[in-house]
């Protein structure tokens, strides 16, 4: 449970609650936190003994060790959870590690579009299951390559959600050939959707997140990027270009408070 009050130093207390503990810093050094699961009626009847003597411009966060925060109020009342109005966009969202992130984004607040190119079904389904558990998700199909699609889809994400606040370039396409054996349509496929997708869904986005001095980019390379791979040449050098790309984006976005990494 941390206490933070509106003034030069954030005080942090120590709760223990069966085998859990907090340790108190007020160094601004890093917290050790070792997770456990806390019920409600716990955590409320802790809540209630902490916020006897706290003043009343303190706030309470509370880390309860599901993949959100909570925030309360001074009743032991949920205000909101962490990110809550917050929108994130994951591309090739239809597995692997695209689903996983668009499943925790979703989990930690955000609502979700979750993109996918071919696999319709599982896209739907994993946008079914976060609605069962309260989530705000949503499956849209383009494939990244094409402007228009990308356009359209971050349209209709929009227009269900708001403004796009995070985007995750995960979509992408891989695969082994000897460089000998390298065709042009191999080539500009894996540029198109590894490089030009990755610009066009940023273009897509940008527009509000340049309005609001606020944003987050993530697009998601790879270590053959940076040392390149025997038989993946084509792969590599589209994540290479991929993070120049990212720092090179980094830097002109700086000013405007938007977060570009990989």
Request: glycine share 8%; net charge negative; proline share 3%.
């Amino acid at each position: 449970v941390e206490f933070f009050e509106h003034a030069e130093k954030a005080y942090v207390a120590t709760l223990r609650l069966g085998l859990t503990t907090n340790t108190q810093d007020i160094t601004g050094e890093t917290l050790e936190t070792r997770p456990v699961e806390v019920s409600d009626a716990a955590l409320t009847a802790a809540l209630t003994r902490f916020t006897a003597g706290c003043t009343p411009r303190c706030k309470i966060h509370v880390r309860d060790f599901a993949p959100c925060t909570r925030t309360y109020d001074m009743n032991g009342g949920i205000i909101m959870l962490q990110n809550e109005g917050q929108i994130a966009f994951v591309t090739g969202a239809g597995g692997g590690i695209g689903r996983a992130i668009a499943a925790q984004l979703a989990r930690e607040g955000y609502a979700v579009g979750i993109n996918y190119y071919e696999r319709r079904d599982k896209a739907e389904e994993l946008a079914a299951q976060l609605a069962r558990e309260g989530c705000r998700a949503l499956a849209v199909q383009a494939d990244v390559s094409k402007r228009d699609e990308v356009n359209a889809m971050v349209k209709r994400v929009e227009e269900a959600f708001g403004p796009i606040s995070v985007l995750v370039n995960n979509a992408g396409v891989a695969g082994q050939a000897l460089f000998q054996d390298v065709t042009d349509a191999l080539w500009e496929r894996y540029f198109a959707v590894n490089l030009n997708g990755a610009r066009n869904t940023i273009q897509a986005v940008l527009p509000p997140m340049l309005h609001e001095h606020a944003g987050c980019i993530v697009n998601v390379s790879s270590m053959w990027g940076l040392r390149g791979a025997s038989c993946e040449v084509t792969y590599s050098a589209t994540k290479a270009a991929l993070i120049a790309l990212t720092r090179s984006l980094a830097a002109e976005l700086a000013p405007t408070h938007i977060r570009v990494n990989c």
